[in-house]
């Protein structure tokens, strides 16, 4: 009931339908262009391994690479188990 007095008198601003729209463009946007192929996928996983193993020994069979695609951004989240941190460093003499 409060909800609707404070609407009707002004005091609380609600989103318009231009503006939901327009949420709703950039949400669809947003996840188009997050989207990647399997095969894209598959190579991104695998130039991290790449470069992750100069400096630690980790587990490839367990890692997880995937993108969280959330209201409006995209995050790529990746679960790589370590064995070891490797002590030496890489092109060391």
């Known amino acids: 009931m409060m909800d609707f007095l404070a609407r009707l008198f002004g005091r609380v601003e609600t989103e318009t339908s231009r503006e939901c729209a327009k949420n709703r463009l950039r949400l669809v ?3 188009d262009r997050a989207t990647l192929s399997p095969r894209v996928m598959e190579q ?4 991290l ?3 992750i193993s100069k400096y630690l020994d980790i587990d490839e069979e367990d890692m997880r690479v995937e993108l969280d695609t959330s209201d409006s951004s995209v995050a790529l989240v990746a679960s790589i188990p370590v064995k ?3 002590r030496e460093s890489v092109g060391a003499v």
């Open 49 to 51: 391994i790449e470069v």
């Open 84 to 86: 070891e941190v490797k």
């Open 44 to 47: 991104l996983k695998s130039e």
């Open 29 to 31: 946007l947003v996840q």
